[in-house]
């Protein structure tokens, strides 16, 4: 037997592939297929599924309400990254100007916060910013600084605060990336020809990270999207993205086929975003992911 | 070295999709000899190899390994080991579990193995450094773990894939005269391939000489030197000149009309080259005696070209001449600095070069 | 601009170029801070005194003791460690077994398989949630435990769970594996063969040994992966089964009290663990130190 797998190198590849492949092809790809399918039916009476096709449940996306909620979490999403993405490139910047040694002592730095579970991070952000008893008002109240506690939560802020916070080193660490593989002759150059600092960073600088930008901005945006546990902790219940909108057709609502064509809208939308990322970059820029 | 054949190439060819790596190659290897495959990168030599030792198989042809065809045969079921460029020593065990590691898979006995790796340590003189990781030695001492690793297993053949390579010249050389010396101890075939033809013409009994896929000619340092059997062959061992002119017949046998009349004797002809053809003379540079026209012995058995010295360099075992035959042909000629201060020609002298028929060869161009 | 304006403008210029150092020096450790501060004024209110986790009064372990009493909470926390390692030992064999195949051979349809190997890793989780959940009421699988008993011990095993679990876990298993294999040197391998071993023992002795730092890395990423999941396990848990996540989240639902404190801190010692494990690990063969875990 070992000869004749010798001899067809091809079967021994699709048998180490059986169990993952078979895995996924049961557990991960019948399932899409079935919520593409549900999102086709009608809702059923008792919950579940009517087996009659309709396009109504794409139709009643686009009805104004949850139009909004879908335009609002993209808004949210887009916040998100253009924070994170304000707030993350210096730190890169910074990471990736100092001597090697102390670079992976402070991307080890970097990267322990995030070792803790999302939840977590969350709820430390939720002790935080509650309005009457979340940490920052009734510090402040104490000290005296303001009166009013100030809406730190159950919106926007909270949300994009939250998110950003849970994001914030998958911008860093390929901003890192490109940067540190950054040619230093380069940027040598340019100063042997008069260029000052911030000439310097605009033209050269700056161009030359923009894989590690866009690897970052994907890498924030698309999970921002479809965020489920950040708005419904740090949202309080009003706020909502599309992940809550979805988990309550499953939960609350029972409208299982609802449920699906949002969810397989949600989907679509990143998937294209995904594309335009991969079509406006090289294969070399995408290694930095 | 008796006359067994220990490798016998035949007709070997190997395509990888449309590109031709070996092209109809046929070679023997004696049974004890150092035989090197020598060529410029991508030639095939390193191909060849590979399919000596079973690591890839040939297109068309057959491979015998002391009469055996080998077939399909992967390389455990191959009695060859080989040296890898970059030595591919195990990581992850010692020296000592490297150097063992062969004849653990042939399931020898934990005694004899611990015996015979002690043996090979000392022979490579890196005794008490069975312990070690690779990471922990010099690149020499890698080598000649590398070599300790397969010669402990007894090979009839030993492949050796440009195993000097990655050393400083001086342990290089080094290197050469252990290599050598060890292979004529153990009396082991040795299949070496290097780029480097100083390394292949030191070391080896024969050597062949491998281009785009083909082999040029097979055979022992000297032959190749004196006598190249193709235009290629003599551009890549030594120094050459080369001379253009057109194939005519001469008195003793043929010579190369240059562009100004004279004719160039040689003493052997490319086959295949025809009366009238525009072909080349090879002829070393250190083959051609340089004298003034004014006080030329009288060198009847040799032949003789005038010509005038253009330029002089100095290297201080010899001095080179330029020497202009006609408008559109030098030649370079070497001449020992037998005596100090060098030799008393100069720039500007008319000057006659004799040189034995027998060096200069017509080759196609 | 010639020599002398060089050197005049070279002191403002080294000014600049200073304050722009400390700047952005400053602007690092600011960014520090806020990274770390809500972890850290986390871990102090777990100690707090009171049911408040914004007024300090004064320092107590009650809200260890009471968490360590909870049973709820043990049972949470037994279920997520069964979990991740049940899904861990699965992930790792059928993701290293799928590495190898698709970074070692080419085949028709490799291209296919490697997309649906890396779906896991860039669907939302929420949709995944969701498709597991319609998935396991459409099949009747349903969401179940098995009760298995052996040996005199009884073991609930709840298969949605893990099932859902091996799904995202292969396939960062497979990524890690693989960005392995990739940069492992392949002679060795020839070498092996060189030397008489035929195909098992050229794996098990030379391949294997130097997948390793892989396969374990591989293996943590998965562990904590599973263990830190909420959304997955939250929707396709059967009824009162819940993981450390899951009943943090219902916790949290209820009311924010240190207790909450105390169990995130329990986490967060417990992932912090990990990473060091993992990071003495990969220090061990190569002698290489990176930080590519994240």
Known sequence: MQRYLRKHPSLQAWLLLIPAGGWLFIFFIAPLAIVLVYSFLERGTYGGVEWAFTIENFKRVFDSLYLSTFLSSAKIALLTTVIALLVGYPIAYFIATRPPKMRSTLLLALMVPFWTNFLIRTYAWLTLLRTNTGLINVTLMNWGIIDEPLSLYGNTFAIVLGLVYGWLPDMILPIYAALDRLDHSLVEA?????APGTQVFRRIIFPLSLPGVVAGSMLVFIPSLGAFVTPAILGGGKTLMIGNIISNQFLAAHDWPFGSALSMLMMAFMLIATLVYFRSSSAEDRKSL | MNNQIAVEISDVTKKFGEVVAVDNVKIRIKDREFFSLLGPSGCGKTTTLRMIGGFELPTEGQIYIMGEAQGFKPPYQRPVNTVFQSYALFPHMTIAQNIAFGLEMKKVSKNEIKKRVGEMLDLVQLSNMGRRKPKQLSGGQRQ????????INHPKVLLLDEPLGALDMKLRKEMQFELKAIQERVGITFVYVTHDQEEAITMSDRIAIMNEGKVLQIDTPEEIYERPANHFVADFIGETNFIPGKVQRTENGFGLKISDGQIFAAGWAEEGVSIGEASLISVRPEKLRIYPTDQSPGFDHLSKITGVIEKSVYIGTDTRYV??????????????????????????????LFWDSENARILKR | MSKQQNTNTGFLNLLRHKLSQSGLSIYAVFGYLFLYTPIIVLVIFSFNDSRSTAQWAGFTTRWYGEMFQDTQIITSLWNSLFVAVVATIISVIFGTMAAMALERYSFKGKLTMDAVLYLPIVIPDIAMAIMLLLFFNFSGIGFDVWKLSFFGISLSVPYSVIIGHVAFDVAFVAVVVR???????????????DLYANAWQTFRRVTLPQMMPGILGGALLAFTLSLDDFVITFFTSGAGFNTLPVRVFSMIKKGVTPKINAVSTLMLAVSLLLVTISLILQRGDDGENKVDMF
């Open chain 3, 179 to 193: 960005a392995r294999l990739a940069q492992m040197d392949r002679t060795l391998e020839e070498a092996a063969e």
């Open chain 2, 323 to 352: 020497v202009r035959l006609t408008k559109d042909t030098i030649v370079q000629v070497r001449q020992q600095n037998m005596v100090s201060g060098g030799t008393h020609l100069k720039e500007g002298m008319s000057v006659n």
């Open chain 1, 190 to 194: 340019a100063d042997d020809l008069y």
């Open chain 2, 144 to 151: 000649r773990v590398a070599l300790a690793r397969a010669l």
